[in-house]
């Protein structure tokens, strides 16, 4: 006995007899399938012996499926598109292309450059899964170095030797002025304008923007009357626009255009930028992190 006839059916003989089975014809299907027709007609013998079941009723003129060949044709189908699925998902998943990435980010990354950045995942990788998490600086930092998180948006360069850090974003800070302040009427105003002036500041929860809107305004003598301190710069927009006070926030921040607030370039105040870094682990393995990371990289302006 041929040892092929103890072997188990195999997926090119499933091949093989759906294209029969589609064709109802063994010169087509074997030309469907690139190969000659005596390899094709063995192979659809041996299913049949392994089978122990006639699947195909043939003569010189016909071909045609018996009733158990009509089922056995509409589940070898499914299990050849299923097997195609498999292979698909195993080849995206080593290309980076299927699975899942986590990001974290801190507060006014979320204002515009987060969404941006999940609305081009999304479009370029509908098939990787990005999940997101809100984290204050130092926890976010914590949490891609002990890999809980593939990809953080941080505002500091974190002090690690493994992790990578590289700006994704700096963008200057803006004065965001009640409209109904003598100030709103300019076109931009300077530090100096701002000497006396009711300021709403960053609480020193916000360390890196409290430090640099103080340190600035110490650099150029300029003495803010502070009225008010808090942690959130949409609260504080909050506060603006109800008439409470001035304030420096990030640009992006102004997206929100709250209709009380008048938002002015700040002249001469080069060192009053928001940085924005991507940070990452240089060990991390994760295929589907490696393609969006570079993708992301790409796209920096």
């Given amino acids: 006995m041929n040892p092929e006839a103890n072997e188990m059916m195999s997926i090119n003989q499933l091949k093989c007899f759906v294209a029969v089975a589609t064709e109802l014809n063994f010169r087509r299907a074997a030309h469907s399938l690139n190969m000659s027709q005596p390899p094709l007609t063995r192979q659809i013998q041996l299913l049949e012996y392994q089978l122990n079941v006639k699947l195909i009723d043939r003569s010189t003129r016909s071909v045609a499926l018996t009733t158990a060949g009509k089922s056995f044709y509409r589940e070898a189908s499914k299990l050849l598109e299923h097997i195609h699925q498999v292979e698909q998902f195993t080849k995206?998943?080593?290309?980076?292309?299927?699975?899942?990435?986590?990001?974290?980010?801190v507060a006014n990354a979320y204002y515009q450059l987060v969404p941006e950045i999940l609305s081009r995942l999304k479009e370029d990788f509908p098939f990787i899964k990005v999940s997101q998490q809100q984290l204050p600086t130092y926890e976010l930092i914590e949490s891609v170095y002990m890999q809980q998180l593939d990809l953080g948006i941080s505002r500091i360069i974190p002090n690690h030797s493994n992790i990578e850090s590289l700006c994704c974003l700096s963008e200057p800070f803006i004065a965001a002025i009640p409209s109904q302040h003598p100030l709103a009427a300019q076109a931009s105003i300077c530090l100096q304008h701002l000497d006396n002036q009711p300021m709403i500041m960053y609480s020193i929860a916000w360390k890196p923007f409290y430090d640099l809107l103080t340190q600035t305004f110490e650099k150029a003598d300029v003495k803010p009357n502070y009225v008010m301190?808090?942690?959130?710069?949409?609260?504080?927009?909050?506060?603006?626009?109800?008439?409470?006070?001035i304030a420096l926030i990030p640009q992006s921040a102004s997206i929100f255009k709250l209709e009380?607030?008048?938002?002015?370039?700040?002249?001469?105040?080069?060192?009053?930028?928001?940085?924005?870094?991507?940070?990452?682990r240089r060990d991390n393995n994760n295929e589907a992190f490696k393609l969006i990371l570079n993708t992301l990289i790409d796209k920096i302006d």
């Fill in 260 to 280: 009380n607030i008048t938002y002015l370039p700040i002249e001469a105040a080069p060192e009053l930028r928001n940085d924005l870094y991507y940070i990452w």
């Fill in 229 to 245: 301190y808090e942690g959130n710069t949409v609260n504080i927009q909050s506060l603006v626009n109800a008439g409470l006070g």
């Fill in 92 to 105: 995206k998943m080593a290309n980076g292309e299927q699975g899942s990435v986590s990001l974290g980010f």
